[in-house]
């Protein structure tokens, strides 16, 4: 099973027909990516609904940021 990283990496490889075997900067490349995705945006809470519905935490961020931020830190901790 290949984590989110190698998945990325391997997309962003493909792109430009390169090789992540033997080029491993586009794992950095990939990590980079995943990382600025912990922030969500705008059209990805409306996607949701109404948030509020999920409730808040107590500084007053609303649930979709953290579920995204935890979504988005497992993928990091995975391995390539």
């Known amino acids: 099973m290949s984590s989110m990283?190698?998945?990325v990496a391997r997309a962003m490889a493909a792109l430009d027909w390169g090789d992540v075997d033997k080029d491993?900067?586009?794992?950095?490349?990939a990590r980079a990516a995943i990382e600025a995705m912990?922030?969500?945006t705008e059209a990805m809470k409306a996607a949701l609904g109404d948030a509020r519905?999920?409730?808040?935490?107590s500084n007053g961020e609303i649930f979709p940021?953290?579920?995204?931020?935890?979504?988005?830190?497992?993928a990091l901790k995975?391995?390539?």
Do not use: H, N, V
Request: without cysteine; hydrophobic residues 25%; proline residues 7%.
């Open 5 to 7: 990283m190698e998945k």
């Open 24 to 29: 491993d900067s586009y794992f950095r490349y």
């Open 38 to 40: 912990r922030e969500p």
């Open 53 to 57: 519905k999920y409730g808040t935490e």
């Open 65 to 74: 940021r953290k579920l995204m931020s935890e979504l988005i830190d497992a």
């Open 78 to 80: 995975e391995q390539p």
